[in-house]
């Protein structure tokens, strides 16, 4: 087959047939094609779409393109959870401690940050000789450890989308849906677990900017997961602003923490509650239950003495005063005074990556100190000079001045107060 001609198919906005659809994934996973012509498909992909039939064979193909692990076959009860990604999103290390202190495994398979997002193996890699999961037989160990088992994508899991993920997060074709199915699906379902938890976030800081994409990406996920046999749970969220009040490494680590403690911020902190009792629902319990049971876990102590099990069981220290911080921190005030009308999420995001808390191309090292403190949100009265945010600086040389201008303009400051937009936007979900 000549790959460019399958190139010129899609750029035309035709359909791929099975088999160029396979010989995409095994060229991403075999090295048999080029990044010049990945990359060339992945933007025609992200421009023309796909259909239906093309998702799933690429979902499939990425799938099978590495080992399965079947967890859910051996640990039945076992809970995954995901986030199609957003800024401030500490959910993950609150939820994986939280859930499992209330009985439930969970496992996930982590990834690292892609474009203006911070990911969960970055914010990991902040503690201290923190060690993911690299295959299936370490990941029914740390289960049976601490009732957690949190992955990178190793080699053996869909490789074709491990070579995939890096160059999307360089050439500008993440927002893509079928892509971002493809990403998501294929390593849930290589891992195997039969339960499964989507967040899928909608607004200025998602991938998804309307309701009505983050609607059709949580069809096209569900679609996926139910047929493969799998009983998901979805809540679209809103993500028109940072969910926590941190953008980072490991400063996202501490508002976990925090959390964790039975304090910390409090949209973090709900909309965490909110994805643990759909996981605690999937597992037979009823949703006032399992809400009065995680309340009583963070009250008591045994969420973040469980995070410590965790930590523990994959090599880490959950000593907090371990984690980096920045060298120096700049205070970015309001211009004028008024109500914050919006705040432009994917915006503050890029600022963080700038300041090193993610990567501007392949092979960048993030840097675990930095990043950026929100202390405004949609619908407070600011007076003028009143912080809106702190810019964490670490080891990377950056434009101050710059960046402390881009963060003041990311919040759009009006004379009246702006309607509230609730946290959870939809509840999706039912049996496979």
């Known amino acids: 087959m000549n790959f460019v001609e399958a190139i010129a198919r899609k750029r035309d906005g035709l359909e791929l047939t099975s088999a160029e659809v396979q010989a995409f994934v095994r060229g991403a996973s075999h090295g048999q094609i080029g990044d010049e012509q990945l990359a060339a498909m992945l933007m025609a992909i992200c421009i023309r779409g796909a259909s239906e039939r093309e998702t799933q064979d690429l979902v499939e ?108 997060d360089v050439t500008a074709t993440v927002p893509s849906l079928p892509l971002i199915v493809a990403s998501i699906m294929s390593k849930k379902l290589a891992v195997g677990a039969h339960r499964l938890v989507l967040d899928v976030k909608c607004g200025s800081g998602a991938f998804c900017k309307t309701p009505e994409v983050a609607r059709r990406l949580a069809d096209a996920l569900m679609g996926v997961g139910q047929r493969a046999g799998v009983t998901l749970r979805t809540l679209i969220t809103d993500m028109s602003q940072p969910l926590g009040d941190r953008l980072g490494c490991a400063n996202e680590v501490r508002a976990a923490i925090e959390v964790l ?37 963070l009250a008591d102590g045994s969420a973040l003495a469980r995070w410590a099990e965790v930590v523990r069981a994959h090599g880490g220290d959950p000593d907090e005063s371990r984690l980096a911080r920045p060298s120096r ?104």
Do not use: N
């Open 61 to 168: 193909a990425m799938r099978d393109s590495g080992a399965s692990w079947k967890l859910g076959e051996a640990v039945p009860d076992a809970v995954d959870k995901h986030s199609t990604g957003g800024v401030g999103d500490s959910v993950s290390l609150v939820f994986a401690p939280l859930v499992a202190a209330c009985g439930v495994p969970v496992v996930m398979m982590a990834g690292a940050g892609l474009g203006h997002t911070q990911g969960t193996l970055d914010k990991l890699a902040a503690i201290p000789g923190f060690r993911t999961v690299l295959g299936g037989s370490e990941a029914l160990d740390r289960l049976a450890r601490c009732g957690v088992s949190i992955a990178a994508q190793s080699e053996d899991i869909a490789p074709a989308d491990r070579k995939l993920y890096l160059l999307r």
């Open 261 to 297: 403690s039975g304090a910390g911020d409090r949209r973090l902190r709900e909309l965490t509650v909110e994805l643990a009792v759909e996981g605690l629902v999937l597992a037979g319990r009823t949703a006032e239950s399992a809400r009065a049971e995680l309340e009583r876990r």
């Open 329 to 432: 921190t700049v205070l970015v005030p309001a211009r004028h005074g008024g109500f914050v009308a919006a705040i432009d999420g994917e915006g503050l995001g890029w600022i963080a990556v700038a300041l090193g808390a993610g990567r501007r191309r392949q092979g960048d090292r993030v840097d675990l100190s930095a990043g950026l403190r929100v202390h405004a949100r949609v619908g407070d009265r600011i007076e003028p000079g009143q912080p809106l945010a702190t810019l964490e600086v670490g080891d990377r040389s950056v434009e101050i001045d710059a960046l402390v201008s881009r963060a003041a303009a990311a919040f759009r400051i009006e004379g009246d107060p702006p309607p509230k937009t609730p946290l959870i936007l939809a509840r999706l979900g039912g049996a496979a």
